[in-house]
């Protein structure tokens, strides 16, 4: 029998980048499972990477290009894609410029192959993009007044920290592999804290649990940071040698007393002391910071306030220490063609990536005459859907390509098919955990009638006789991406396909303490925050609160089960909303008949699930579901944080009513 086993790489935002095996049986994939060879993956992988096989094989899979004619979705030719793509650009560029084009992208596919996307546009000319994030931003953003970066110990290091607090984090949804050091730490006595408005069952880790009222974390960490430096529990030579703006910090936190700081947080005064003293005490302690913290309108600050307490405490650049949040090392090294594309770049415009529909409603000289998205479900997941849909309907031509007909997909002109991971050679790294870099090879070919995106835009580029656009074949161009890498460390493509590469010695971050800040140090007091018209230290930002007729808050997470809206394709049951006994009573909710969750900016219907893991006053949906269910950004509102930009979705007010 003809079977064969090829190594591919999870493309998927998330933030293990597991390395896959499938199995290939006369032609055909008929197993899909983890690497036991890759250090990080171990051979086990959650149900999403086993389902990059369903996806590949399922019937609503597109096949062919589409085009819109009057209402209906007709079948059309690569041939007549690309003329009738090519003519429209060169129109738009001709008559308005080529700003007046929206490329509209996010992180639905991580693999290299596909940034080609970016590089054609940059030889189109530059055109509109978006800027800030709805992920990670004001986190991304705070850390780098701190730290000039944010780079993440290597998870095998956690192990080695007395102390483990996890902080708006979730990894027993997000981050599969974490979970197993977390327990391995625990098992050698680290005390693990989880600090979270919902008891998620990550808790089932930790050894305690700690519920934060939702947005108050700024102030929890400043009251620890009081109690620290009360009890001189600081790291006086760390901080005379390595700290910026250490006098400023400690005049703000003066006021930030334990009993304060019950007030805004919920949590007993007891509780603050004995956590702070904890982490000050048991040296090294390391903090991981999740994203799910940093969306709101103050979460920039509530993460520097964080960063914090492992300067004042010495807890950086040393084993079992860090204040992990992000891992940016490897992106550095990847450069190549995309990177060269940017010198033809002449004209740019961005737009805030939350604010997608308010952009596209007031958008002049040039206003937006298409959208082209790639890799995002934008109508899904950017905050306050009504008013980003209608703008969206009214931009005169867009183009979206997806695997599935996906909410966005629906509004387009043009829909393209792409192809699945395991029908590209590529090759996979994340920012968000590790280091790791992962070759992830074509498994099968694509079926008759889908082109991949290298090919698409190649030839697009051709069409448009852009001449200065590199025709090279895929490999060479995944060659060339990663020839920094090759330069520093000698690792080749070819390597790449028998191995897995780590960039070496970065296990722990900041050891040198040579901070890329302006000052080289770690800033409790940043000029450039000064600068940007935030403040130079870190500051307790008081949370937006609900009114009498929207009271409840409402967070939307990252669900186990899908990643985003990938993995609710193919469901059309109604969202569940998750509520404590105590509001589900206080809100007059009658039995398990369905609810009504209102907003000021839509009406969503949910099922109720009692949980008395989510706070008082808090509802919890998983962000994800399609229209057909009912989605939780119709609710959201288009508002940013403090710092970076970041889609503050988690400032949602809301009321519920049984129906
Ligand atoms: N309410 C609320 N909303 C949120 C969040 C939240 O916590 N709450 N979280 C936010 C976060 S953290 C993020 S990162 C964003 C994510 O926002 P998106 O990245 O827009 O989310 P996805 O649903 O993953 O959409 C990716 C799309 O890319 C498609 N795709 C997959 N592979 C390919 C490919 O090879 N080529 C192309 N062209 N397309 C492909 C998928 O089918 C899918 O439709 O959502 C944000 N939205
Ligand atoms: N299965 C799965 N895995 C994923 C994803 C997915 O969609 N599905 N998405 C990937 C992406 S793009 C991202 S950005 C990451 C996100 O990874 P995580 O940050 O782990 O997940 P989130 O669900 O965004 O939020 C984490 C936790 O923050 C808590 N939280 C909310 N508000 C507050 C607050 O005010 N204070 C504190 N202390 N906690 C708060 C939430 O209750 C939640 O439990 O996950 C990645 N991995
Ligand atoms: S979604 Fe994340 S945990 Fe699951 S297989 Fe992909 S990379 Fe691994
Ligand atoms: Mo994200």
């Avoid at 499972?33 to 990080?40: A, F, Y």
């Avoid at 001189?232 to 760390?238: A, C, R």
């Avoid at 390391?286 to 979460?299: K, L, V």
């Avoid at 925050?529 to 130079?536: E, I, Q, R, T």
Wanted: with cysteine; net charge neutral; aromatic share 10%.
């Amino acid at each position: 029998m003809d079977e064969k086993r090829v190594r591919f790489s999870c493309p998927l935002d998330c933030f293990d980048v597991c390395a896959l095996i499938a199995t290939v049986r006369e032609g055909k994939i008929i197993k899909v499972e983890g690497d036991k060879s890759h250090p990080l993956t171990k051979g086990y992988v959650c149900e999403k990477g086993k389902q990059h096989l369903h996806r590949l094989y399922h019937p609503e899979r597109l096949r062919y290009p589409k085009k819109r004619v009057k209402d209906r979705w007709v079948d059309i030719s690569w041939e007549e894609a690309l003329d009738e793509i090519s003519q429209k650009l060169k129109k738009i560029k001709r008559d308005y410029g080529t700003t007046a084009v929206m490329h509209c992208y996010d992180s639905g596919y991580g693999g290299l192959s596909k940034s080609v996307d970016k590089m054609f546009f940059h030889y189109y000319g530059g055109v509109t993009v978006p800027r800030g994030s709805l992920c990670w931003s004001a986190g991304i953003e705070a850390q780098k007044y701190d730290f000039g970066d944010s780079k993440g110990h290597d998870p095998k290091d956690h192990v080695n920290a007395k102390m483990i607090i996890l902080w708006g984090r979730n990894p027993y949804n997000t981050n599969l592999h974490l979970m197993e050091y977390l327990a391995q730490a625990k098992k050698q006595g680290s005390y693990i804290v989880l600090i979270d408005p919902i008891r998620t069952k990550t808790a089932q880790i930790a050894s305690e649990h700690i519920a934060v009222k939702p947005s108050t974390d700024g102030a929890l960490a400043l009251g620890m940071a009081h109690v620290i430096i009360e009890e001189g529990l600081i790291d006086q030579s760390f901080i005379d040698n390595h700290v910026k703006g250490y006098q400023e910090f400690k005049k703000y936190v003066a006021s930030f007393t334990p009993e304060k700081v019950e007030g805004i947080t919920g949590i007993d005064r007891e509780t603050i002391k004995n956590l702070a003293i904890a982490y000050g005490a048991n040296k090294p302690s390391c903090i991981i910071i999740g994203y799910g913290m940093q969306r709101y309108s103050n979460g920039g600050n509530n993460v520097r306030c964080i960063d914090a307490l492992g300067a004042i405490t010495g807890n950086i650049g040393i084993a079992g220490g860090g204040i992990n949040y992000a891992n940016k090392g490897i992106a550095d090294y990847i450069k190549g063609e995309l990177e060269k594309s940017l010198g033809f770049v002449k004209n740019q415009r961005s737009y805030s990536r939350t604010k997608l529909g308010e952009f596209l409603e007031t958008a002049q000289d040039p206003p937006i005459k298409c959208i082209f998205v790639t890799k995002a479900n934008p109508i899904v997941q950017v905050p306050n859907i009504h008013r980003t849909m209608e703008a969206f309907k009214k931009v005169e031509w867009k183009v979206v390509i997806d695997m599935f007909m996906t909410d966005t997909a629906k509004l387009a002109d043009i829909v393209l098919p792409c192809t699945s991971v395991m029908e590209e050679e590529d090759i996979m790294y994340s920012s968000m955990f590790t280091s790791y870099l992962n070759y992830s090879d074509r498994v099968v070919n694509p079926p008759d009638g889908i082109m991949g995106e290298y090919e698409f835009f190649r030839a697009l580029a051709k069409k448009m006789d852009m001449q200065e656009y590199p025709d090279i074949a895929q490999t060479e161009f995944l060659r060339r991406a990663i020839q920094p890498l090759t330069d520093k460390f000698g690792v080749t493509l070819d390597q790449l396909k028998k191995t897995y590469f780590a960039i070496p010695d970065q296990e722990i971050p900041w050891k040198d303490r040579q901070f890329h800040t302006p000052s080289g140090k770690f800033e409790l007091y940043s000029e450039e925050a000064l600068k940007d018209g935030v403040s130079p230290i870190p500051v307790y930002l008081p949370p937006r609160t609900g009114d009498r007729e929207y009271p409840l808050r409402l967070i939307t997470p990252h669900c186990k089960k899908s990643l985003h809206s990938q993995h609710f394709a193919f469901t059309d049951e109604l969202p569940v909303v998750y509520i404590n006994e105590k509001t589900f009573k206080a809100n007059h909710l009658k039995g398990d008949r369905p609810v009504s969750i209102e907003s000021k900016q839509g009406t969503l219907m949910a099922k109720v699930k009692i949980d008395e893991g989510i706070g008082d006053d808090l509802l919890m949906i998983y962000e994800g579901w399609w229209h057909k269910s009912g989605s939780v950004n119709f609710l959201t509102e288009d508002a940013i944080s403090d710092i970076g930009e970041q889609a503050a979705f988690y400032d949602c007010f809301c009321r519920i009513i049984s129906i």
